[in-house]
């Protein structure tokens, strides 16, 4: 059996290999996926990762989510846990754990 370390690094080595512009469509097909979906759209506020390391595009759905005034959560890595604090725009965000955008609680 794999394990998550394993798998981990995987993922990461096929991320790493997937073009600007195809990490660019298939973001943009889930962007418009996401925000046309009735519980985004009728959500007061959404729970969001910023994406690192060519992760699925997650910035534009922020930008969406605040353009129609929902409250945005992004986590941030607290000692062995994770918290989640609201933002209201990316300068509020720091590097963090493994160089990750996360909150800049400190502000």
């Known amino acids: 059996m794999e394990s998550k370390k394993d798998i981990r690094k995987?993922?990461?080595?096929?991320?790493?290999s997937i073009?600007?512009?195809e990490w660019t469509e298939k973001s943009c097909r889930i962007y418009e996926k996401v925000i046309g979906?009735?519980?985004f759209l009728n959500s007061e506020e959404i729970y969001c990762y910023?994406?690192?390391?060519n992760e699925v595009g997650t910035?534009?759905?922020v930008e969406a989510a605040w353009k129609l005034g929902?409250?945005?959560a992004v986590p941030k890595i607290m000692g062995n846990h994770m918290e989640f604090f609201y933002i209201q725009n990316f300068?509020?965000?720091s590097q963090g754990v493994w160089g990750i955008s996360e909150p800049d609680t400190e502000i």
């Open 50 to 53: 910023i994406d690192f390391r």
């Open 91 to 93: 300068g509020e965000l």
């Open 59 to 61: 910035r534009k759905i």
């Open 10 to 16: 995987r993922v990461l080595i096929e991320r790493k």
């Open 70 to 72: 929902k409250k945005v």
């Open 19 to 21: 073009k600007k512009e």
């Open 37 to 39: 979906h009735p519980l």
